[in-house]
């Protein structure tokens, strides 16, 4: 029922910028904490970006002023702007939604951003 589809990863060099975007179905979008996760290789699944129902934010310290987190409502669809990324920022990043009766996670597929030269 629960449907995240992420989209917009890919290769970039260091100091660029990459948007990521994820759909999201089989929720009321409006109601849900969204977030972005991360996960590099060898390594555990981290918070990247949180968004509330009401527009809070909230940022990993490693990202908190190059990241931008928002979302649209009326698309049911959660953003991820990156800019100046860093080798580091390489992972596969997820699509989060948080809510719901139980407020489980749903989770989507994931989509590859690799940052390299």
């Given at each position: ?5 992420e989209s ?49 934010t909230n ?34 990043y997820y ?23």
């Open positions: 029922q629960v449907h995240l589809v917009g990863g890919g290769l970039v060099q260091p100091g660029g910028s990459l948007k990521l975007s994820c759909a999201a179905s089989g929720i009321i979008f409006s109601r849900y904490t969204m977030g972005w996760y991360r996960q590099a290789p060898g390594k555990q699944r981290e918070m990247v970006a949180t968004i509330t129902s009401g527009g809070g940022y990993a310290d490693s990202v908190k002023g190059r990241f931008a987190i928002s979302r649209d409502n009326a698309k049911n669809t959660v953003y991820l702007q990156m800019d100046s990324l860093k080798p580091e920022d390489t992972g596969v699509c989060n939604a948080r809510g719901g009766l139980f407020s489980e996670n749903n989770w989507g597929q994931g989509t590859q951003v690799t940052v390299s030269s």
